[in-house]
């Protein structure tokens, strides 16, 4: 059992799915290693408080573990993990209380998004503004820009990820860019 | 070029940002953002944006990992597992199983790929079974199949 899992990077998603469906912690343990970041920034451009996101992040992969026998596949793991967290994200604002379309006043500073001043002379003031720009939009669109932007998801992936159809799922990323760029002008 | 082109164009910026276009059409697009400023102005956003990703925090897959193993613990399964937990203790104490007979269990799971020398299995100062997280990893038929091994080395 050992020696299968010798060089997991190389295993795919639905093979490790499958080894972790049948018990194997290594299997899973690779599964979190390649797509707990992913699952991180989803978590993170919905609740905008990194302490939150990391708790949602870690209920989620709690509940894919115990829910992984019914993956049937129809999407890839990773989309399917964004999707879980992204449920558990929203349900998390929810029993808090703060469900809403808040400003970023109210959602408070960002811990993990925000650079400190030496991260910020590297990546530049004007991608720091645009990052601090894009937690203002509403969650669908927030949502969608970082999706396709840092994910590399398609509009179809993204729909999954924010509840919609795939033309909403466009819609909201376009929306959200031209919105965007007003902000930065 | 017309608005169309621009659509089309806009629908590859994310990828053209991050390295992920076919050479095949990145000639197209880059002579199309040499006369649009309008798609030149939504790449250099994409890049900006990509410039300042979210940093992970460095142990958080550690602790997902920690956090998954908790909740995996006897006294967080299910009733089914901790009925089978309990009747694998009372059976290993019903069968004699002691100190001085540790190699009857270890054979017996060794056999279901479960190695005691991690930790996963120890024998308490009782002379009790006291399984752990290796009782987790099992699923319902493995673990009837041990319980029924253990009854076997136990009467031998």
């Known amino acids: 059992m050992r020696d299968s899992l010798r060089g997991a990077r190389e ?5 490790l799915v499958e080894q972790a469906c049948s018990g194997d912690d290594r299997a899973f343990s690779a599964l979190v290693r390649k797509h707990h970041a992913s699952a991180y920034r989803v978590a993170l451009s919905i609740t905008r408080r990194d302490d939150i996101a990391q708790d949602v992040v870690q209920d989620a992969f709690i509940k894919a573990f115990r829910a992984l026998g019914g993956f049937r596949g129809d999407s890839s793991f990773r989309t399917w993990m964004m999707t879980v967290t992204a449920n558990e994200a929203r349900a998390t604002l929810r029993k808090r209380g703060r469900w809403n379309e808040s400003s970023i006043e109210v959602a408070g500073p960002l811990e993990a998004s925000a650079p400190d001043p030496a991260e910020q002379a590297v990546a530049g ?3 720091s503004r645009a990052r601090a ?4 939009l509403p969650e669908k669109q927030r949502l ?8 590399g ?7 999954t990820l924010i509840g919609s159809s795939e033309g909403a799922a466009r819609v909201n990323y376009f929306h959200g860019i031209r919105r965007l760029r007003e902000l930065m002008e | 070029m017309n608005e169309i082109d621009c659509a089309k164009v806009r629908d590859c910026l994310p990828g053209l940002a991050s390295g992920r276009i076919e050479n095949h059409q990145l000639v197209t697009i880059e002579s199309h953002l040499l006369s649009c400023e309008d798609c030149q102005s939504e790449l250099e956003l994409i890049q900006m944006l990509r410039a300042a990703p979210p940093v992970v925090p460095f142990l958080l897959a550690d602790q997902i990992e920690s956090a998954v193993t908790s909740s995996r613990r006897p006294w967080n399964r299910s009733w089914w597992g901790l009925s089978a ?9 019903g069968v004699g199983v002691s100190r001085d007979r540790p190699e009857v269990i270890q054979d017996v799971v060794f056999d279901f790929g479960v190695d ?14 006291a399984g752990d997280l290796w009782i987790e990893g099992l699923s319902n038929e493995t673990l009837m199949k041990l319980l029924a091994e253990l009854e076997g080395e136990g009467a031998a």
Do not use: C, K, N, Y
């Open chain 1, 133 to 136: 720009m894009l937690d203002t």
């Open chain 2, 116 to 129: 005691p020398e991690q930790g996963e299995l120890w024998l308490s100062e009782d002379s009790f079974l």
């Open chain 2, 85 to 93: 937990a309990a009747a694998l203790v009372a059976l290993a104490v």
């Open chain 1, 11 to 15: 295993i795919s998603d639905a093979e």
């Open chain 1, 153 to 159: 998801l398609s509009f179809r992936e993204i729909a």
């Open chain 1, 144 to 151: 969608a820009i970082s999706a396709r932007i840092d994910e």
């Open chain 1, 125 to 127: 003031q004007e991608s």
